[in-house]
Structures are given as structure tokens and as C-alpha cells.
């Protein structure tokens, strides 16, 4: 084999060392996001994976690179927006999410590009798009109301 080879191998080896700490903080029911069975179903298979304390990790979570850009995905995903902290965000932060979500689900910008390489079946039909739009329109108009 020449040079390069060994190389690349030898690195591919040695970034296997620099491990993400992957842990899924408890799940407080009582601050959760608790809402409709189908709306639920539709957050669980396309957002929760980057977006609550209910990460499924696939096998390759512990392979590097592919465990460095999944790491930053939860991390800034749950600091954005966290069901599973629903109810503890400020209300005027919820707002801002909400309407960014709605907007960002509307332009196929959520879920992400790189998930549904590997998640095919997360990406959102026209209709799951719709049931999400009713779900954050309502949130939206029940919190500024309140
Ligand atoms: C692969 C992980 C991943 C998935 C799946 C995912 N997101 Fe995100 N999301 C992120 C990350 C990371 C951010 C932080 C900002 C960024 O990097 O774009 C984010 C940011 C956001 C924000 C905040 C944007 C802002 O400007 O404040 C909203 C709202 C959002 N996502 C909604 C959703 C919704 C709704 C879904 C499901 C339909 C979803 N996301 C699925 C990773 C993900």
C-alpha cells in the first residue's frame, strides 16, 4: 500500500479517540411538551432527535466525524429549542421559536438537510406540514393571549 493510504487510515483511526459525551438528560413529564397524539407523532419522527432529551442514537453515533456533527446538532438543538423543557422557555422566546419553526418547517429547512440523509422517512409530507402550521399557529395565539 503506498504512503497515503496508511495516512488516512492512521487518522481515521486516531479521531476515534475524541468521543462526544451522548446523554439524554431525564425527561421531567411535568415540563415536557404534552399535546396532541398525532402533532406529538409528527415532532417525535422528525425533531425530538435533535430537539428534546429523547435522542435516538443510530449505530454509527460513536463513529467520528459523523459523532462530532451529530454532538453539535443536539447540543445547539436542544439550546434552541427543547421540548422536552416546554414549559420552563420564556414566553417570549416560545413566541420567537414558534414563528421561526413555522417558517422554517414552510421552507423544508427543518428537519435538516444532513438528518434525512440517514432518516428518510422524517422528512414531512404536505400534510404533516400542515398539522405542525395548526399546532404552532395555536401555541402562537394562546400565548398572545395570555
Ligand atoms: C439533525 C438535528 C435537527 C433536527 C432533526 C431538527 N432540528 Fe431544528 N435545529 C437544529 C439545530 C442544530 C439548530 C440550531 C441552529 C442551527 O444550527 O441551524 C436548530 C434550530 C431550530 C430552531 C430555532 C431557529 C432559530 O433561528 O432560532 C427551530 C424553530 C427549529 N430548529 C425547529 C425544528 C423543527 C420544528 C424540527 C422538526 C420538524 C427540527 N427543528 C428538526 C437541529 C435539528
Redesign the pocket.
Known amino acids: 500500500m503506498n504512503k497515503t493510504v496508511y495516512w488516512v487510515l492512521g487518522i481515521a483511526i486516531v479521531i476515534q479517540f475524541v468521543r462526544p459525551d451522548f446523554q439524554n438528560p431525564k425527561v421531567d413529564a411535568t415540563v415536557a411538551l404534552n399535546t396532541d397524539q398525532e402533532v406529538m407523532g409528527i415532532?417525535k419522527n422528525?425533531?425530538y432527535?435533535?430537539?428534546s432529551n429523547e435522542t435516538k442514537y443510530p449505530w454509527y453515533h460513536n463513529v467520528a466525524p459523523v459523532s462530532w456533527v451529530m454532538s453539535n446538532?443536539i447540543v445547539?438543538?436542544r439550546k434552541?429549542?427543547d421540548f422536552s423543557n416546554w414549559a420552563n422557555i420564556d414566553a417570549k422566546v416560545k413566541l420567537e421559536?414558534l414563528e421561526?419553526?413555522k417558517q422554517?418547517?414552510n421552507i423544508e429547512m427543518?428537519?435538516?438537510n444532513?438528518?434525512l440523509l440517514m432518516h428518510k422517512n422524517?422528512a414531512?409530507n404536505s400534510e404533516e406540514k400542515k398539522r405542525?402550521e395548526e399546532f404552532f399557529d395555536s401555541e402562537i395565539e394562546h400565548l398572545s393571549n395570555s
Do not use: F, I, Q, T
Open positions: 415532532l422528525s425533531c432527535d435533535c430537539h446538532n445547539n438543538g434552541a429549542l421559536r421561526r419553526a422554517l418547517v427543518m428537519p435538516k444532513e438528518y422524517a414531512l405542525l
